[in-house]
């Protein structure tokens, strides 16, 4: 698999970032975050996820059960528990991330509520995908300069591997998902693994990737011994739209809503919305295939350099 392109030498430069983005599809900044703040965050979802019995102890990735499956009650239960680490969602809004984002997308960024935890369960092969291929305007639908954030908790290499990219893939604009793909609803693109276009890296903590949302990606199954842990935080500007879902917790209506998941938080921030965001509701009357058939990305400004 190739090797994702490290551009740190300009991550300062909004203008030089922005450019590689245009030509990539993303940007890769190996210990952007400071690693100690991303440490401690590792730490509490290790022991929020010690606490509902997935790991066999807190301040270890062991797991008690191999090829766990998400169902309804483990994203009521285990992954509420993740959901509810006050640090976890305060880390999306770190200085470096709003910098990065507010440079790349032209002025102040509005992070969603709705941060992604992923959990990669240990899998006896053979090899394939964890996450499967996707772009993240499949699950969006309305604006298409979304930003994600892509923050390992745990080191990525080998049969531990993370984040994969398809590096160009942005230029082929929306794909609509291949709903042979599997999953419960149609957000997947026909990719297969040993592609030699797949690029990804040996990520340590304090790394990150940024891509956008029409970037396809994906990651690898996970072969290794340990759990795997990351997150996904998406940031636009305030001034686009947005489907209402994101301003609740990932995995709602399924995973608690905020008043539940944020008792004891020190500050609400992390997961408000400011006035005035515009919020466009799924049309009516259409299944999720046929709505995301009929569905055309805007104009991208980041990527036409306007």
């Not at 008690?64 to 499956?69: P, T």
């Not at 009357?285 to 306007?306: C, H, K, N, T, V």
């Amino acid at each position: 698999m190739r090797s994702l392109r490290d551009v740190s030498g300009v991550r300062d430069d909004p203008d030089a970032l922005a450019e590689r983005l245009r030509e990539d599809g993303y940007v890769y900044l190996p210990g952007a975050l400071d690693r100690a703040r991303v440490e401690a965050v590792s730490a509490d979802l290790r022991s929020a996820l010690h606490g509902v019995g997935w790991l066999d102890e807190p301040g270890t990735t062991r797991v008690r059960a191999r090829d766990r499956k998400f169902t309804g009650e483990s994203l009521s239960g285990g992954y509420a528990a993740l959901q509810s680490v006050e640090s976890f969602h305060a880390l999306a809004h770190d200085q470096v991330l709003l910098d990065i984002t507010s440079g790349l997308l032209g002025g102040d960024v509005f992070c969603h509520p709705a941060h992604v935890g992923r959990v990669a369960f240990p899998v006896d092969g053979p090899a394939g995908f964890f996450t499967r291929p996707h772009q993240d305007f499949s699950v969006l639908h309305v604006t298409t300069d979304v930003l994600t954030i892509w923050i390992p908790f745990t080191s990525c290499s080998g049969d531990h591997q993370g984040l994969c990219i398809l590096p160009g893939s942005h230029r082929e604009g929306f794909r609509v998902p291949d709903p042979t793909m599997g999953g419960a609803r149609p957000l997947y693109v026909r990719e297969q693994p040993d592609d030699p276009r797949w690029a990804t890296a040996d990520y340590r903590l304090g790394d990150i990737v940024v891509f956008h949302s029409l970037t396809v990606h994906g990651s690898m199954a996970n072969l290794s011994d340990a759990v795997r842990l990351s997150a996904d935080i998406r940031y636009q500007l305030p001034t686009d739209p947005i489907r209402p879902e994101f301003l609740h917790p990932h995995g709602w209506p399924r995973t608690p809503d905020w008043p539940e998941l944020t008792q004891g938080w020190t500050s609400q921030r992390w997961i408000s919305t400011p006035e005035g965001i515009p919020q466009i509701p799924p049309p009516p009357g259409l299944d999720y295939l046929e709505m995301l058939e009929q569905i055309e990305a805007p104009p991208s400004r980041i990527l036409s350099g306007s």
